[in-house]
C-alpha cells in the first residue's frame, strides 16, 4: 500500500481507550499516533500490550493551535456530523491522519475546522472509540491495500492478487 496514516484522539479522558486505540493502530501499521487536548498519557494505558507506543512515534499536543501534520498529509475527522461523508463511499487520501472525538464528547470544533474530511460511521448511535478506530482503519486497507474486488455471489470464488511488483535492472540504451 502506498501512502501512510496516523491515528490520533482530541481530548480522551481514560487511558484504556487511548491505549485500546493506539494498538489498534500499531495492528494496522499506523505510521504514527498522537493526542490533541488529552487529559490522559500513553504511559497510563494498560490494555496496550502491544507496547504500541514503542513500535511508532507518538506526538503530543496540548492545543490544538499547536497541533501539526506533514507536509502533504490530509486530515480525516471520523465524527457524526449531518455534512459527514459516510465511511463506504469516502476515498482515503493516500497520506492521512485520523482523528477521533472524546468518549462522552465530539472533536472539538477548532479541530473540525482543520479537518480536511469529516467522516461517519453509518450506525444508529456512537461506538467506542477503539471499534470506530478498528472500522475506519479496516476500511482504509480494503480500500487501498491492493485487494481484488469481492466476488459478486455469496460464497464466491476468491480472486487471486496479483503477484508483487518485482524492480529488474536499469535499462542501458546504446547511443547511436
Same mark, same amino acid.
Given at each position: 500500500?502506498?501512502?501512510?496514516?496516523?491515528?490520533?484522539?482530541?481530548?480522551?479522558?481514560?487511558?484504556?481507550?487511548?491505549?485500546?486505540?493506539?494498538?489498534?493502530?500499531?495492528?494496522?501499521?499506523?505510521?504514527?499516533?498522537?493526542?490533541?487536548?488529552?487529559?490522559?498519557?500513553?504511559?497510563?494505558?494498560?490494555?496496550?500490550?502491544?507496547?504500541?507506543?514503542?513500535?511508532?512515534?507518538?506526538?503530543?499536543?496540548?492545543?490544538? +493551535?499547536?497541533?501539526?501534520?506533514?507536509? =502533504?498529509?490530509?486530515?480525516?475527522? #471520523?465524527?457524526?456530523?449531518?455534512?459527514?461523508?459516510? /465511511? %463506504?463511499?469516502?476515498?482515503?487520501?493516500?497520506?492521512?491522519?485520523?482523528?477521533?472525538?472524546?468518549?462522552?464528547?465530539?472533536?472539538?470544533?477548532?479541530?473540525?475546522?482543520?479537518?480536511?474530511?469529516?467522516?461517519?460511521?453509518?450506525?444508529?448511535?456512537?461506538?467506542?472509540?477503539?471499534?470506530?478506530?478498528?472500522?475506519?482503519?479496516? +476500511?482504509?486497507?480494503?480500500?487501498?491495500? =491492493?485487494?481484488?474486488?469481492?466476488? #459478486?455471489?455469496?460464497?464466491?470464488?476468491?480472486?487471486? /492478487? %496479483?503477484?508483487?511488483?518485482?524492480?529488474?535492472?536499469?535499462?542501458?540504451?546504446?547511443?547511436?
Amino acid at each position: 500500500m502506498r501512502g501512510y496514516f496516523g491515528v490520533g484522539v482530541d481530548g480522551i479522558s481514560k487511558p484504556m481507550n487511548l491505549g485500546n486505540l493506539s494498538r489498534i493502530a500499531n495492528a494496522f501499521d499506523a505510521s504514527f499516533f498522537f493526542s490533541v487536548n488529552a487529559l490522559v498519557k500513553l504511559s497510563d494505558a494498560e490494555s496496550d500490550t502491544s507496547r504500541a507506543q514503542k513500535a511508532m512515534p507518538y506526538y503530543q499536543f496540548a492545543t490544538t +493551535d499547536e497541533f501539526r501534520l506533514p507536509t =502533504g498529509c490530509k486530515l480525516v475527522a #471520523v465524527e457524526i456530523t449531518e455534512d459527514a461523508v459516510e /465511511l %463506504p463511499r469516502f476515498r482515503h487520501p493516500q497520506r492521512a491522519a485520523y482523528v477521533f472525538g472524546a468518549e462522552r464528547l465530539s472533536i472539538s470544533k477548532e479541530m473540525l475546522k482543520r479537518a480536511d474530511y469529516v467522516v461517519k460511521i453509518p450506525m444508529k448511535f456512537s461506538i467506542n472509540v477503539g471499534m470506530a478506530g478498528a472500522i475506519v482503519l479496516y +476500511d482504509r486497507l480494503i480500500s487501498l491495500g =491492493g485487494y481484488p474486488p469481492r466476488p #459478486v455471489m455469496t460464497g464466491g470464488k476468491q480472486a487471486d /492478487l %496479483p503477484p508483487p511488483h518485482q524492480w529488474g535492472a536499469p535499462l542501458v540504451r546504446d547511443k547511436r
